[in-house]
């Protein structure tokens, strides 16, 4: 598996890459926890009114009053008696009786009005006492709540920081043992993304790469440009400008190159049925019988043009382009009568198609090997004819890879064929059976699902890529095939950065035209670098996605969305919704196929669920060894205990 860590991922060679996963592994903790305040715990406690003080006391001194009253009215009756029995107006015996009625009287009164004093006193010292039990339990809630906030502080910057820490982009791959790629739909911006992302993923791990390019679109610029800075040479033909150095299908035998060309002039026969393409074909075989081996393409149309009676044939013996014998044996090939007019129609109409390819391999040289092969039509040239040039590369290459022996490592060669809705479905049928049974890699991007191509889509053992789908039918066909019950999560960073690249600008150099466009090692040095560093500094992707890091607020944004033909219209340029067979179940993920994405710092190579049973999965304890019984580092125990005796 993949290491989750983004500065320690490797591409693995075994995994074809499609796009990013935009995904959380864990939510967003949110603000953190507010700090109590003193007022939200309760209360502030109110100390003793001292009013209530007052109203106590004068409470206590009303009730007290009539006491005292008495108290002081017998202290002056006593001093009364005392003077009388000074000035012995009344006997000694009475005096002291009267000054113990009254001292008695005067005692019980200033005890009656102690006791009240005593008890305001107590009254107050409850009320002060209670106070302090107020503000010690609510200092006490306050010391509690606040332990409580920071133990759940700690556990939200845990959270915190293991939000922020998380990978947030995990590869969408599907494993090699997948034959073919479908790709339906898309924009030319959007192929182009994708086609830097799956053939960079696969020369940086060590594969080759062949693409034929019928969008007319220059869509494989930026792979050229990263290729080059990696290190490799990339051979590029621009059709049909560099048609005299194609030698693509020179070596095949008779027989193969008599079927490749029956092909390529059905391309405008849609009609044309296997035994149409047979009677075809059997033609052809005659006539490269009859020139030999190593025939050219001019050769065979001369030939032709002496088969159907057209022209005169002294000009082509003039140029070399036939013998004298050559000519008398193809005027006696099919015999005479009313064969000869079904022969002479099909010949002049096989001469007329295949008149577009007379310069084919005419200047013909050697030319050093290469990991990334690029096939491409030149916008400007016919529609038909560009029609008839890709027939013949698909055509000429099945029939390579027909020849050539199975790799013993699947999709080592890939072959990309962009705008393959532009090849009959029997050409298609015949290069993905090529395809599986040499172990060779099939990338096919369909602009439109034509019926041609619904036959074809993820037939076999091959996963679906979908992409943005203008037509209403398309998105309708497309949202039947995965299924309208997933829900699947778009980043806002996609919306941002797919607008960022308006389209693919520029075109195509040709590498292989009077050396145009190859470089010796005098001329320029060849890139060095990983492949982030090429991403970033040669696509167009990289520079745009490096201005979008900056606005940190659509890093971590996202909207869900249901699989229906309305939101397929609507998906952003380098959106892919990758679905294929496991076991387990049909999958079906949404990736991003912005290659720029490869180098954000919380991108990694490994897929979600693989990801997320790592990071979910507690850690196994360490097992203890059986045949040591003491924990470590106690030692033994002290020699005074008999500790196998208390176990």
């Known amino acids: 598996m993949a290491d989750v860590h983004p500065e320690h991922a490797q591409l693995q060679a075994d995994r074809i890459y499609l796009g990013w996963q935009y995904a959380m592994l864990y939510p967003d903790p949110g603000p953190p926890p507010r700090r109590p305040s003193p007022g939200e715990i309760s209360e502030e406690p109110a100390p003793v009114d001292p009013a209530w003080v007052r109203r106590e006391r004068l409470q206590e001194d009303l009730l007290n009053r009539p006491v005292k009253i008495v108290g002081i009215f017998m202290g002056i009756l006593a001093i009364l008696i005392l003077g009388l029995g000074v000035s012995e107006m009344i006997g000694w015996p009475f005096v002291v009786i009267g000054l113990v009625a009254t001292g008695g009287v005067?005692?019980?009164?200033?005890?009656?009005?102690?006791?009240?004093?005593?008890?305001?006193?107590?009254?107050?010292?409850?009320?002060?006492?209670?106070?302090?039990?107020?503000?010690?339990?609510?200092?006490?809630?306050?010391?509690?709540?606040?332990?409580?906030?920071?133990?759940?502080?700690?556990?939200?910057?845990?959270?915190?920081?293991?939000?922020?820490?998380?990978?947030?982009?995990?590869?969408?791959?599907?494993?090699?043992?997948?034959?073919?790629?479908?790709?339906a739909g898309g924009t030319l911006p959007g192929w182009s993304a994708l086609i830097t992302l799956l053939g960079a993923t696969r020369l940086y791990s060590g594969g080759h790469l062949t693409v034929l390019d019928l969008s007319e679109g220059a869509i494989a610029k930026d792979l050229i440009e990263l290729a080059r800075r990696g290190g490799d040479d990339p051979l590029v033909w621009v059709l049909p400008v560099d048609l005299p150095r194609l030698d693509l299908g020179a070596t095949l035998p008779p027989e193969a190159f008599a079927d490749v060309l029956a092909h390529v002039v059905?391309?405008?026969?849609?009609?044309?049925?296997?035994?149409?393409?047979?009677?075809?074909?059997?033609?052809?075989?005659?006539?490269?019988?009859?020139?030999?081996?190593?025939?050219?393409?001019?050769?065979?149309?001369?030939?032709?043009?002496?088969?159907?009676?057209?022209g005169d044939p002294r000009d082509d013996l003039?140029?070399?382009?036939?013998?004298?014998?050559?000519?008398?044996?193809?005027?006696?090939?099919?015999?005479?009568?009313?064969?000869?007019?079904?022969?002479?129609?099909?010949?002049?109409?096989?001469?007329?198609?295949?008149?577009?390819l007379e310069t084919l391999g005419s200047e013909a040289v050697k030319l050093p090997p290469a990991r990334l092969r690029v096939v491409s039509m030149d916008r400007q040239a016919g529609v038909f004819g560009n029609r008839v040039l890709g027939t013949y590369v698909a055509t000429a290459l099945t029939h390579i890879l027909r020849q050539s022996p199975a790799s013993e490592r699947?999709?080592?060669?890939?072959?990309?064929?962009?705008?393959?809705?532009?090849?009959?479905?029997?050409?298609?049928?015949?290069?993905?059976?090529?395809c599986?049974?040499?172990?060779?890699?099939?990338?096919?991007?369909?602009?439109?699902?034509?019926?041609?191509?619904?036959?074809?889509?993820?037939?076999?053992?091959?996963?679906?890529a979908f992409m943005r789908l203008g037509n209403a039918e398309d998105a309708r066909v497309a949202s039947e095939h995965m299924g309208t019950e997933h829900r699947l999560e778009?980043?806002?960073?996609?919306?941002?950065?797919?607008?960022?690249?308006?389209?693919?600008?520029?075109?195509?150099?040709?590498?292989?035209?009077?050396?145009?466009?190859?470089?010796?090692?005098?001329?320029?040095?060849?890139?060095?670098?990983?492949?982030?560093?090429?991403?970033?500094?040669?696509?167009?992707?990289?520079?745009?996605?490096?201005?979008?890091?900056?606005?940190?607020?659509?890093?971590?944004?996202?909207?869900?969305?249901?699989?229906?033909?309305?939101q397929l219209q609507q998906l952003p340029t380098t959106s892919v919704i990758v679905t294929h067979a496991t076991a387990e179940g049909r999958q079906v993920r949404l990736a991003d196929a912005n290659p720029a994405i490869l180098t954000f710092p919380k991108t990694t190579l490994g897929e979600f669920e693989e990801v997320r049973r790592v990071m979910l999965t507690p850690p196994e304890p360490e097992p203890v060894p059986e045949e040591d019984p003491f924990p470590p580092n106690l030692g033994p125990p002290p020699e005074r205990l008999d500790w196998r005796t208390r176990h």
Not at 111 to 120: D, N, P, S
Not at 440 to 446: D, K
Request: charged share 30%.
């Open 436 to 464: 599986e049974t040499s172990q060779t890699g099939l990338v096919l991007t369909y602009r439109s699902l034509t019926p041609t191509v619904r036959e074809r889509l993820g037939r076999g053992h091959a996963a679906v």
């Open 106 to 183: 005067a005692t019980i009164c200033g005890y009656a009005v102690h006791q009240g004093e005593r008890a305001l006193r107590s009254r107050i010292r409850e009320q002060e006492s209670r106070a302090d039990q107020r503000r010690e339990r609510r200092e006490r809630e306050l010391f509690d709540a606040q332990e409580e906030h920071a133990e759940r502080y700690r556990e939200w910057a845990a959270r915190k920081e293991q939000y922020d820490r998380q990978l947030t982009w995990y590869a969408v791959a599907v494993p090699d043992e997948i034959d073919r790629i479908d790709v």
């Open 490 to 566: 778009l980043a806002q960073l996609t919306e941002t950065i797919s607008p960022a690249v308006d389209g693919v600008n520029g075109s195509y150099t040709s590498t292989v035209g009077d050396g145009a466009g190859r470089t010796g090692p005098e001329e320029e040095e060849k890139g060095e670098g990983g492949l982030k560093e090429g991403i970033t500094e040669s696509t167009e992707w990289g520079r745009s996605a490096s201005k979008a890091m900056g606005e940190e607020r659509v890093l971590h944004r996202s909207r869900e969305f249901l699989v229906e033909p309305h």
């Open 410 to 434: 699947p999709w080592y060669h890939t072959i990309i064929v962009a705008g393959a809705d532009k090849l009959r479905g029997d050409v298609l049928d015949r290069l993905m059976d090529a």
């Open 266 to 310: 059905s391309v405008s026969e849609e009609h044309r049925t296997t035994r149409d393409l047979s009677f075809d074909n059997a033609i052809l075989e005659r006539v490269l019988e009859v020139l030999g081996e190593n025939a050219t393409i001019n050769q065979v149309t001369a030939a032709l043009r002496a088969l159907a009676q057209v």
């Open 318 to 356: 003039r140029y070399g382009l036939l013998t004298a014998t050559q000519l008398e044996r193809i005027g006696t090939l099919f015999g005479r009568g009313v064969t000869d007019r079904v022969v002479i129609e099909r010949a002049w109409a096989l001469e007329s198609q295949l008149r577009k």
